[in-house]
């Protein structure tokens, strides 16, 4: 007897500490707030991902959370890779394919890589924080997410495994004749000393126009009008591969995958780095195919670096009137809030704070389908210390220093001495690949979370629809007047005004369903009974918008009892809402 009994009590104790370790892994501070206590997909968000690491964490998501997280790919990039989505939502609650949509993609330009990243921080982030974080709940009940981490699967996975500078290839890896010669990307950068990284040459001259930072010995800096120089600066490591006389000439063809898209799209000799025409490459078309396949798409958001920057349309002075004043004030809504969220980032016109972009997938998401679309430049070097240098980039030593001070020099490569076999006796040295564009690790997963909280803002925002109120009135002969009000509880309207004025997408529909409907109308002003007869399809009434934080009030005219009759919303932004009489 005693053995059962001390079995019990064991029993007892450790559920009892099974119940304590679990009440404090969530309430006594084990869990930094903020952050997912026992995540089920464990990843560290201080390292950056190749394709296969990628392709593991979207397929292991989805395994944690079948009724959260789907997998499937939007199509094949150049190199045959499959283009990832992840679509999240709550599968339980409502019509996934039904509910306001939020497309995010990252890592467009391939040199530009945290946006990859950051789009795999916001789907972890969503899924793992579904059942502990009640916002999160709500939100995934009410919206959709298609999470796209890389559009440029074929050019980051080049950046990442081989010999590249900070700023190659920006393209992807369709191979051109750069300098004419009838071969194809055969003049590349080259890893002179086989150390792994792509740094700057320098040769000693009395004739140069450089020299080194007597405050720092790895930067260099022009020399004052008034003084000799001691270096001449020979552009990145490479060798004459071809014999032409030329280094570096011929690198990964040269195109701007960002410049490939529909809107007010410019050939090369007006905009560099167009191609033959809209949509030549493989993984714009993928990306435009699936949007065009979901219209219930209202929010989107693409992820770039650098310099710390909400980017929202235009990003040429001729589309400015495009962007008229009722869709900026949403665009100013979200930006200032972003200014908040993320300290050192700026909320910017692309055209006008930035420079002009012909073709860009901003405004062919914008103009081109009607979705309130930012792009955010990530980093920025007023994060290294904390404020912005009062110098430019080139007059400060803001890299070098947090280089030297927080990341023990590792961020360069120090100049080192080398016999080039045309350039003769050389230094090579400088800052290595996933500096000064790129996020230092410990500093990634903080401005992951800014920018996912950036994003998550806008999406919460996308319209929702209900219908509030319903109202009967006893008419004479048998008649009855119902009168119906549907709001939109949120800032962005089920279609933007530019929408509006181009019909890119259809109104919405108001139906009164289960009742013999004889006449519908649009309640203009119900103080003085000022409606607007829909003479066709009375039952259901076409509005051309619900604007945010707003409401439409409908009306119709009934013959006969009044059954469970049911009002029903039909947005495809908006989504599906509808409230039985």
């Known amino acids: 007897m005693k053995k059962y009994i001390s079995l019990f009590l064991l029993s007892c104790s450790l559920g009892a500490a099974a119940q304590e370790k679990t009440i404090n892994d969530d309430l006594t501070g084990l869990r930094a707030i903020g952050t997912p206590a026992s995540p089920k997909v464990k990843i560290s968000w201080n390292h950056y991902n190749d394709y296969a690491m990628i392709t593991r964490f979207c397929q292991d998501l989805a395994k944690a959370y079948p009724d959260l997280v789907k997998v499937e790919s939007i199509g094949k990039s150049t190199q ?56 999160i709940k709500q939100l995934l009940k009410d919206k959709v997410f298609y999470i796209v981490p890389t559009i440029n699967p074929d050019a980051r996975e080049d950046f990442l495994k081989n010999p590249n500078t900070p700023h190659s290839p920006r393209s992807g890896m369709l191979a051109f004749d750069d300098d004419g010669d009838g071969k194809a990307d055969e003049d590349k950068f080259d890893d002179l000393d086989g150390d792994g990284n792509i740094v700057m040459m320098r040769r000693k001259t009395p004739y140069g126009r450089w020299k080194v930072d007597c405050d720092n010995p790895q930067r260099m800096i022009p020399a004052k009008p008034d003084e000799k120089g001691e270096y001449e600066m020979l552009g990145y490591e490479g060798i004459d591969n071809d014999g032409d006389g030329a280094v570096n000439e011929d690198l990964i063809g040269y195109y701007d995958p960002n410049r490939d898209w529909g809107w007010n799209w410019q050939p090369d000799y007006i905009q560099r780095g167009a191609l033959y025409h809209p949509g030549t490459l493989a993984e714009t078309r993928n990306v435009k195919n699936f949007v065009y396949a979901h219209s219930n798409i209202a929010g989107a958001q693409s992820y770039h670096n650098n310099g710390g920057m909400f980017l929202r349309g235009p990003g040429a002075e001729e589309d400015a009137g495009f962007y008229v004043p009722q869709d900026g004030a949403v665009y100013d809504y979200f930006g200032k809030i972003g200014e908040k969220i993320n300290p050192g980032y700026k909320y910017f016109v692309i055209y006008k704070d930035l420079y002009t972009v012909y073709g860009g997938e901003i405004d062919w998401l914008a103009l081109g389908r009607g979705v309130f679309t930012f792009s955010t430049e990530l980093f920025t070097s007023s994060k290294l210390f904390g404020k912005q240098s009062e110098e430019g980039r080139g007059q400060n030593n803001d890299f070098e220093e947090f280089s030297k001070n927080l990341l023990f020099n590792d961020a360069y490569v120090a100049w080192k001495p080398f016999k080039h076999p045309q350039y003769g006796d050389i230094e090579i040295g400088g800052p290595k690949k996933n500096y000064t564009r ?44 119902v009168t119906a009000v549907v709001t939109n ?81 039909d947005s495809q932004k908006g989504g599906l809402t509808s409230k039985t009489l």
């Open 80 to 135: 045959g890779k499959d283009m990832w989505v992840l679509t999240i939502s709550d599968f339980k609650s409502g019509n996934v394919d039904r509910k306001p949509g939020f497309y995010i993609d990252g890592n467009i330009h391939s040199n530009e890589i945290q946006g990859t990243e950051v789009a795999m921080y916001t789907a972890w982030y969503l899924a793992e924080s579904f059942n502990s974080v009640d916002f």
């Open 489 to 569: 509880a949120k800032v962005i309207p089920t279609h933007s005004a530019h929408d509006l004025k181009y019909k890119i997408e259809r109104p919405d529909y108001i139906s009164l369903k289960n009742a013999n409907v004889v006449a519908g109308m649009i309640v203009e002003n119900e103080d003085i009974n000022l409606t607007k007869e829909q003479k066709y399809t009375p039952q259901t009434i076409e509005v051309s918008n619900i604007s945010g934080m707003s409401a439409v009030k409908v009306r119709w005219i009934v013959k006969g009892k009044l059954d469970k009759a049911t009002v029903e919303v």
């Open 438 to 481: 790129n996020h230092p690790g410990f500093m990634l997963e903080e401005d992951a979370h800014r920018n996912m909280a950036f994003t998550v803002l806008h999406a919460s925002q996308m319209p929702k629809l209900e219908v509030s109120e319903i109202r009967q009135k006893a008419l004479a002969g048998g008649f009855t007047e």
